[in-house]
Every structure is written in structure tokens, then in C-alpha cells.
């Protein structure tokens, strides 16, 4: 009933406005206000876009300093610090350019409105303008491009040789982190290999694997060159840390690989930020199906030697589970199986992607 | 039979011409509205479908902004339309959220922005522009739209099947497009969503094919291409960019099919997923991307190149001034259309490609700005010392600057490797391309509406309406999406159902919410302008033939023009578009039409001398229908 009453309602209610509005046309076409070229609206609308620009200029100043400690995330990573140089640069000259453009362009649509009396500027072109307004962007870019070039150049090289080397691999809906344990090497790894308790498919027919250790949560040390060899299970990830400002994607079939320079403990930062309860967090960036939004998976920084220490006191999965060491698949056995190289070939075929980069 | 009646009239001359007066008449019902082969017609056609299209991928996002603003709120209500997409708790599925982004991206770029923008106005305005009686095909205008139909049809039915739409994002990255067992959108939906895109790249190609045909061969006596309105020029060469991105895109949706289907390996490898390892290897996820983008990002300017084009005329036209820099302008469009191809991969800085690969492509990103800013430049002097009439249409024009401004500089940030990093993939990237793609061209197909409507239905849309309409929708896009920018600096991924898993995202909830009811408000007040277009197509007042003063050929026009617009001769051009406010005239605009032995009071000296090529033209009519 309630229902009926609404819709009744709304009808009169639309029915009552069409009325107006039709009253209100042909009022406009008895007071013959079309046949004027511009109403008195044009002026209103000339004042409006300066008020526009005055109220919502001043808002995006206020609100850009008032909640400069909402939006800047904190940062931890050496590489974290050139990124915020470059990008505040490039603040910086965007709302240079931002303001001028906007200003120009509103109080311009501001002071040439229509007037009766007044004539438009026949003023088509301008070589020496155009030349100079094509060659400043050119410039101011061209500086922004080569900062861009540096601070890409220096993430984006190989990482150090002395770097700690951890895999994070990314599967629907978690990550796993595998680390190479004493002697340094990641084992190998085949997908065909994974099942309940080896998720990562580490392949134990490889030494190198036999003390590796997955952990539950990232460990990272402070102030030592950190490398991540990062792949995906089933579908595209991307392993994003915010507060080291790092980000790259994960694939099956492609292994990528990205490198940082912790700055600060988690204790340190809890302390920083007055919150006991903050974590560095790793989080998926790239879309990968329902659970895509809670991907956490929480990364803690420890001062080196709180790092060896707990490096030391991991389990490696072959302690865990020692039949995985005695089942490794004979290389014949892989060799059978439709379309796939062995699985040495496999190894090494990422060695070399590895060193290319 | 159109087309062989085209062309003939074209070299005819008046006798053809009243053939078509009577052919007119003639038309069914059917032949006149349905399958019409009348570029106008199909010009109204796309515009009506593209305006239905909008209001859904509005509609769509109203729903996912729900959730992001009101994180966990109770839908129950929409459950008689979205039945088991909303949980039994009431909330909306995680699934179903990103089939949600999915569709709202695929219909506003490809429906809305591509079909219904430049289908519209390359089909409506290129032929009246150019001074021709129709399309060089008639009919495979008439198979343009009706690919576009079909495929309109497939990609709304997707919507409603068991398993939902395509859900992997509008860029559908395999493996995630590729496996149903990784997300439902994968099963039915995703087949749905390749077989409509590939109708839908035919119906692109027949229409794109068809523009470029029109513009080089059907060019009225004296229509020089440095005589183009801009308008032109931009519809020709977002069609040439069409033609030659589109067809990766399908190279990439048939190898995808491939892969889905016929259990090859483009784009998949190593794969283990729902417990068992699947037999694919050596492919590469990459590769799709990496095509994928070949058409993606030529697409941006697939989109934004006619609302350049429209924003043009329109601003030269109501600032009463020449638009400033014409040859800039057609240099400055060029530019972009070459550079569109070149910088695709700047969408991949974190894919794992070549870091090398990155430097390159940023570099070349960057470049692309240099004509965009000279394009900003541009439009600010045409507005100095002009005359200015806020026509709705110009007002939407200023709105596209700001706009475009606001977009592109963001572009900055994120055409910039080192940047993009840390901002790829986060909100700031959805501030960005929808204020400089999304909006910019909304903006600019709204004021396309706007100013050329007279045309169409031969009547006004109501100005105050239509200043209602702007102030709302410009207020509120920057309110939806300039808080953004905030939320993207801090961090927050995109695509992502809710930020309660997450310390780091924990922020923003009062600006999430701000944003949402900011997009409802603008989302609302569209229903203003859907009123006053379609009741002022039947009540409207009626249309004067040329209601803004202007120089184009389509004013010379009937205030409604017939089959083959021009019940006389066609018009011959003798000028550029922009002879407005010229210094001696009489009037502040002096049409394309009208030679300069007519008009010695305001011809410059160089003009003056042209009057003699003018007589030696062995067939110089002077339309007396040009002054009105």
C-alpha cells in the first residue's frame, strides 16, 4: 500500500515539475527571450567559473596541506626517499602549470564575455608563440624525464651481490616467501611439483633446496640490500610494499625480480608513528579474482642481527616434512610428462633471465 | 543503391538532387529508422545507443561506489535485480564487484566513449562538414552500426547469465581471463565479452574504413584539406588510429579464444590452479598485455580526438574568434595520433618487462605531452579578447580544458616510470584517466549534443537546463574524482572490494564516502539532461538554420535536412572555418561558403588576390541560402 502511495506520489511530484517547466517556457516565449542573443544567464555563468576556480582552488590548497599526514604514506626504503624527491618535483611544477592554465582559462571565459558593443580579436595565429609554448613543455619535461631516468636506472639495476635473496610467490588468495636458508640458494622449482604440503613446488632433487625455509612472515633485515625473485601460481599478481615504494608484478611462467633498501625497524616506525600496532604490509596490485583485496601478508624489518638470529631458528621444509627429500621425481619421470623440458633446463633457463637483467 | 545515387549527385549537380527530394518520400518506416543507410540517421543511431549505454555503465558504478563508500552495507534491496549477487547477509558478492568494474570499464570505453562518440558525430557531421550527400558507403555505414548492435546485444545479455560477465578487469589480462577455474566471470561471461568486442572491432573497421573513404573522395569543390574544420580533421584521424589499432585487439581476443578454448599456450605457462597443474607452457602473459596495449592506449585518443575536434568548433564558434594556431592545431593532432603508437608500454613499467624497455617508453610518453600542452595553449588564447557566449555546448567546452588540463598533468606523474611504481595500479591511476579520458571526453561529446542537436532534430534544447546540467556535472566530477588523486597518493590499490583486510589502507573512509555520495548526486543529475533531450526532440522550440552563427557547411543546410542534405547544388567552399570577428565585416562570422568577391569590405591582401582564381572556377554558384 505504502508502495502504491509512493508511486503516486512521484508521479504528481514529476507531473507538477513538467508543468512548471512548460509554464515556463512558454513564458520565455512570450516575453520573446530567445530572440535576445545572450540572456543575462551568460553573465552568471562568466561569474561562476570564477567562482568555481576561487572556491574550489582554496579547497584543493587547504585540504591538499590539512591532510598531508592522511595521504603520505610513511617511508622505509633508501630507494623510497629519491621516488618522494622526484615526485614532489613534479607536484610542485604540475600545479605551477595547474594554476596558471586555470586561471587563465576562467578569468579569461571571466573578462571576454559577450558584450554588445565590443568585437572578438581576429587573432588566428602566432608562430613565435606557438614556437615558444611548444619548446617550454619540451624542456620543463624533458628535465623531469631524465630525473625519472635516474631514480629508474638506480631501482631497476641489478642488485648488489652481498643482497639477501628471498621468493615470494603469489597464488589465489595469499603469498608464501621462500627463503634459501645457509647455504644461500634458492632450490628449484617446477609447478608440477606442487601439491598440499610443497605449495611453492620446490624441487628437492635440487641440494640447494634442502635448507630452504618458507616463512609465515616476511623478516627483513635493516640497512642491507634486500632481493625479491617473484613469481605467481595460477594467475597475474603484483607484490606491492607502499611504505619501501615498491611494486612488481607477479607471473606464472615469467619469473621478475625487484630489490630495496630497508631503512627502518618495524619497532623503529611504531615508535616514529606513535602506533604500537603498525606492520609493513605486502599487498596485491594487480587484479586476481575474489580475494584480491585481502592478499596481506605482514613484512617485518629487524636490525641485522635480530635477522640472523631468526633466520638461524627457522625450520627448513625438509625438517618439516622429511619425505619430501626421500620423493623427489626422477628426472625421466619429468622428462615424460607432455610439452616440458627437463627440469634442469628449467633452472637454468631462469638463471639466464636473471642475469640479463 | 544509396551509394550509387551518392556519388552520382555528387558530380551532378541539381537534377540528381531532386531525385533524392522525391526518394525521400518514399522511405518505410523501416528503411527510414531501422536498417537506414542515411548517415544521419545512423549518426542518431549511435547517439541513442551510446546515451542508453552511458546510463548503464553509470548505473553500474553507482552499485560498486555503494560498497566503497559504505563498505558491508545492506543491499538487500536490489536484490529483485540482482538476485544471488547479493549474499544471504545482504552484502554485495566480491565477485560480482569486479564484474562490476569490469563491465562499467568495458561500456564507457568501448560502448559509451568509441561507439557513441565518435560513431555519432564522425557519421552525422562528416559528410555535412565536408560539404557530401552521404557516407562513400551507405551500406556498410548501415553494417557498422548494425555489428555495433549486435554486439551491444551480447555484451547486455552477458550481464544477466548464471556465472556473471566478464570479470578480470576491462583489460581482461589473461591468465585470470583465460581460466574459469580462477574467477566465475571467466566462464560464459568472458566467451560473451570476446564475441561482442570482435562485432564490435568489425563494426569500428566498416565504420572507420568508411570515414577516411568520405573524407579523402567526397570533399565538396574547394573543401581543401587546409579548409577542414577541425572537427574533420580529428574524426578522420581518430578513424585512421581505429584501423590500425583495432585489429590487434582482435589478434589478442582470437588468441585468446585460443587459448580458452583450443588448449594453446599464447599467454599461458606454468600454471597450477584448483589442484591440479594445467599441460600449458612457454607461453607468455606478457604478450597479451603488450597487444593488448597496442590498441589500449591508441584508444585513449580514439576517444579524446573527436572531443578535441568538437571542443574546437565549438570554442571558435562562441568565443567569435579564429581558433588560435588552426595549422598547430591539425600539427598538434597528428603528432598525438603518431605518438599514440608509440607508448603503449607505459602501462607496463611493473609487468616485468625489460626495465631498458621502460626508459624507452617513458621517454616517448613524455614527448606526447609537448602537443597536448600546445593544444591547452591554444584554447586559451582562442577564449582571449573573444566575445564569449555560454552556450550550454561552451560551457562544456571550457569544462573539457579544465578537465583535460587536470588529467593530463597527472599523466605526468604516471608516464614517469620512477613514479609509476608506487602509483601504479592505485586510485591515483582511476583519478587520472577518468578526469583525462573519461570525463574530458564526456565532456566533450556533451557539448557535441549540445551545439549540434538544432541539426539533428531541427529544435533547441532548453539553455537553462542545459546550464543546470553543466554546473552539476562539472562540480561534480571534480567531486568524485579529484579526492582520488589523496587516495591514490596514499596508497590504495584499485579493483579492491573493501580496505578493512589492510593497516596501511585503514584511512579515508570519510573521503571513500564523500566520493560515493558525489557520484550518486552527479549520476542524478544526468536525469536532467535525459529529459531535456528527449523533450525537446519532439517540444522543443524550433530551430533557426543557423542558431550559433556559424561557418561550417552544415548550417547552409534545411533546418532538417533530407536524404542527401542538400535539396540544391552542394555548396562550393571558398574559406578556412574560422573567419570569425574578421576586421571590416559586417557580421562577425562570414560562412565557408561565401566567396571573397563577395566580401571585399574584410578580405586580407592575400585573400583579395584570390578573388580572380574564384571567377576562373567554371562553375562558381553563390548560395543564397549560405546567409541567413
Redesign the interface.
Known sequence: MFGILLAIGAVVLIAILLLIYRIYTLVNVVRGTEKKRVSKSNKVNAVLFVLFMLIFGGWFFYYSFAAYDKYQVPLASVHGLEYEQIFWTTTWICVAVFVLTHVLLFVFSYIYRYKKDRVATFYPDNTKLEVIWTIIPAIVLSILVFGGFQVWADMTDAAPPEAEVLEIMGYQFAWEARYPGEDGKLGAHDFRLIDAINPMGVNFRDENAYDDFIAREIYLPKGVPVEMKIRARDVLHSVYLPHFRQKMDAMPGMPTRMWFIPTKTTAEMREELNDPDFNYELACAEICGRGHFSMRKVVVVVEPEEYAKWYAEQQTITEQYPELRNLPLEEEELDETEGAGPVSEVVESEEVELSQK | MATINVEKSHTGGAADAHAHGAHDHQQSFITKYIFSTDHKMIGKQYLISGIFWALIGGFLSILFRLQLGFPGMDMTFLKPLLGDWITTSGTLD??FY?ALVTMHGTIMVFFVLTAGLSGTFSNFLIPLQIGARDMASGFMNMLSYWFFFVASVIMFYSLFIETGPAA??WVV?P??SA?PE??SGSHLGMTLWLISMTLFIASQLLGGINYIATVINLRTRGMSFAKMPLTVWAFFLTAVLGLLAFPVLFAAALLLVFDRSFGTSFY??????AGE?L?H??????LYQHLFWFLGHPEVYIVILPSFGIVSEVMATN??????????MIGSLLGISVLSFVVWAHHMF???M??FL??VF??LT??I??PS??K??????T????????TPAM?YS?GF??LF??GG??G??LG????D??L???YFVVAHFHLVMGSAAFFGMMAGIYHWFPKMFGR?M???LG?FHF?AT??GV?MVF?PMH??G???F?R?????T?????S??TDLNMFVSIAAIVTFTAQLVFIFNFF?SMYLG?KAPANPWNSNTLEWTTPVEPGHGNWPGEIPTVYRWP?D????GAKE?YIPQNIPYAMTPESNLPHETAMIDMEKDDDAVVVDREGKH
Open positions: 566480491p565477485e569486479l578480470g578487469g589480462y591468465p585470470l581460466l580462477a574467477i599461458l605457462a606454468d600454471i597450477y590452479i597443474a599441460p607452457v612457454g607461453g607468455s602473459p606478457l568565443a567569435r574568434k579564429p581558433i588560435f594556431g588552426y595549422r598547430a611493473v609487468s616485468g625489460d626495465p621502460g626508459s617513458m621517454f613524455l614527448i605531452a609537448v600542452a600546445v591547452v595553449f591554444n584554447y586559451l588564447t577564449l582571449w579578447r573573444g566575445n564569449i557566449i555560454f560551457l571550457i580544458v579544465s588540463i587536470s598533468l597527472t605526468i606523474f614517469n616510470a620512477a613514479i611504481v608506487q601504479h595500479d592505485t533547441m532548453d539553455n537553462k546550464y554546473w562539472f562540480i571534480y579529484f589523496y587516495i597518493i596514499a596508497g590499490p579493483r579492491y572490494y573493501s580496505f583486510n589492510f593497516d596501511a589502507f584511512g579515508f523533450y522550440r574560422y570569425y570577428s574578421k576586421p562577425d
